[in-house]
Every structure is written in structure tokens, then in C-alpha cells.
């Protein structure tokens, strides 16, 4: 009898932890001199990619569910932290890049990718990668349909007065408060085409690719040059 109680108890604190999932730790927790980007309810600091026009995504259950097209913030900033929470459906049909993409766009186009790379080999364009560019340290992912969080030290690229580059952009990532990239230099805008260097503060972009991510729990601290 008593063990019939305590397995009923143990299912009970179980299913309790599960759904609360509190990985979104609330405003309290946030940095005091933190930009809360998205609390759950409004996308009202981000706009479609290249317009004006207010983001697209969908709103519901304190999270943004990828669909219209990239948004980015209106907002521009050079050196920062970056805190994203992002959730991936699974996708059981669809392999490789297929599998539940989106990604976390640094300012001046840098892209930590986000993808469902649960249990893989990590290659460079897997969850976790500076895209193209550094394979994650180690395969930090949780499962699709879990909540997941990047946190994301960015340095910008340092240019002179005559606009030459002088230093290229840094990265450190933790993924699920795991280290996964360490001050990763990056020489230059990620991505399939090769861009120009965006020079100055620029904008936080989230990408559509085609599937239902969502996203929660965004903020970002402007940090000193260092
Ligand atoms: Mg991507």
C-alpha cells in the first residue's frame, strides 16, 4: 500500500515538473539592465525583416511560432549578450536541415544555427553552430518538444576610421548552460552567400525557414566594448 502511495506521488511530482517546464525563468530573473525583447505576449519590439511592417509570427501560450518570414528587432546593438529560449517540433519525416530550422542572427549577420540535432555528431551546420563557420564543442541539444535556451556573448567586428577591419566578430555560446563555443573568432557574416561586413549596431534577426519553431523568454544587456 505504501509503495502503491509513493509511486503515485512520484508520478504526481513528474507530471507537476513537466509541465511547468520552468526554463523561462520570469522577469524576476532577468538582469536588471537588461531589453526584454519578448515576454510572452507581444512581438511589438520586432518588425518584418527589411520592412517597417509589425512581425508576423504567431502569438499564443507565451511563446512566437515561426511563419511570414524572418523578423528582426527595431532595435540595433553592437557588443551584447543575447538569451533566446526556443522550442523545436518534431519532425519525424524530415531529415538534416529539414529538421526543424530557424536561427538566432547576431547583429551584422551571425548565425547560431537552430535546428533538431538531438543525439547527432555535430557538424558545423548543426544546432549549436556558428553557421558554416564552428561546430559546436560538444552536442548540447535536448530532444525536439523541449524548451532550450542559447545564451550568446557577442563581440562585433572592429573597424578603423577609414572603415578597414581590424578585429573580426567573437563568439561565446552556451546552449542549455552547457559552454559550446569559447570567444570563437568569426571572420566575417554567415551563411551560404558571402556578404559584405555590417559596420555599426545592427539588428537581432530570427529566421523562418519553413517550420514551426517558437521562441520565448528573449532579452538582451548592451555590453561595454571589451
Ligand atoms: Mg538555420
Given at each position: 500500500?505504501?509503495r502503491?502511495?509513493?509511486?503515485?506521488l512520484?508520478?504526481?511530482?513528474?507530471a507537476?515538473?513537466s509541465?511547468?517546464?520552468?526554463?523561462?525563468a520570469?522577469?524576476?530573473?532577468?538582469?536588471?539592465d537588461?531589453?526584454?525583447?519578448f515576454?510572452?505576449?507581444?512581438?511589438?519590439?520586432?518588425?518584418?525583416?527589411?520592412?517597417?511592417?509589425?512581425?508576423?509570427?504567431?502569438v499564443?501560450?507565451?511563446?512566437a511560432?515561426v511563419?511570414?518570414?524572418?523578423?528582426s528587432?527595431?532595435?540595433?546593438f553592437g557588443?551584447?549578450q543575447?538569451?533566446?529560449?526556443?522550442w523545436?517540433?518534431?519532425?519525424?519525416?524530415?531529415?538534416?536541415?529539414a529538421?526543424?530550422?530557424?536561427?538566432v542572427?547576431?547583429?551584422g549577420?551571425?548565425?547560431?544555427q537552430v535546428?533538431?540535432?538531438?543525439g547527432l555528431?555535430s557538424?558545423?551546420?548543426d544546432?549549436g553552430?556558428?553557421?558554416?563557420?564552428?561546430?559546436?564543442?560538444?552536442?548540447?541539444?535536448?530532444?525536439p518538444?523541449?524548451?532550450?535556451?542559447?545564451?550568446?556573448?557577442f563581440?562585433a567586428p572592429?573597424?578603423?576610421?577609414?572603415g578597414?577591419k581590424t578585429?573580426n566578430?567573437r563568439m561565446?555560446?552556451?546552449?542549455?548552460g552547457?559552454?559550446?563555443?569559447?570567444?570563437q573568432?568569426?571572420?566575417?557574416?554567415?551563411?551560404?552567400?558571402s556578404?559584405?561586413?555590417?559596420?555599426?549596431?545592427?539588428?537581432?534577426m530570427l529566421?523562418?525557414?519553413?517550420?514551426?519553431?517558437?521562441y520565448?523568454?528573449?532579452w538582451?544587456r548592451?555590453?561595454k566594448p571589451?
Amino acid at each position: 500500500m505504501q509503495r502503491a502511495l509513493l509511486c503515485v506521488l512520484v508520478i504526481v511530482l513528474a507530471a507537476t515538473a513537466s509541465s511547468a517546464d520552468p526554463i523561462f525563468a520570469g522577469e524576476e530573473y532577468i538582469p536588471a539592465d537588461a531589453i526584454i525583447l519578448f515576454n510572452g505576449k507581444s512581438l511589438s519590439e520586432w518588425v518584418l525583416t527589411g520592412t517597417t511592417d509589425p512581425a508576423p509570427w504567431k502569438v499564443e501560450n507565451g511563446y512566437a511560432e515561426v511563419r511570414g518570414g524572418n523578423i528582426s528587432t527595431k532595435q540595433s546593438f553592437g557588443d551584447c549578450q543575447l538569451h533566446v529560449e526556443f522550442w523545436l517540433p518534431i519532425m519525424l519525416e524530415a531529415q538534416g536541415q529539414a529538421r526543424a530550422n530557424s536561427g538566432v542572427y547576431l547583429p551584422g549577420f551571425y548565425e547560431v544555427q537552430v535546428l533538431d540535432s538531438y543525439g547527432l555528431d555535430s557538424r558545423d551546420n548543426d544546432c549549436g553552430a556558428i553557421y558554416g563557420v564552428a561546430a559546436p564543442i560538444v552536442n548540447a541539444c535536448r530532444p525536439p518538444g523541449k524548451w532550450q535556451t542559447y545564451d550568446i556573448v557577442f563581440r562585433a567586428p572592429r573597424f578603423d576610421a577609414a572603415g578597414n577591419k581590424t578585429a573580426n566578430a567573437r563568439m561565446t555560446v552556451f546552449q542549455n548552460g552547457v559552454l559550446i563555443h569559447d570567444n570563437q573568432e568569426v571572420a566575417g557574416p554567415t551563411g551560404v552567400a558571402s556578404q559584405p561586413d555590417h559596420k555599426g549596431p545592427g539588428q537581432i534577426m530570427l529566421q523562418d525557414h519553413g517550420n514551426p519553431v517558437r521562441y520565448r523568454g528573449i532579452w538582451v544587456r548592451a555590453l561595454k566594448p571589451g
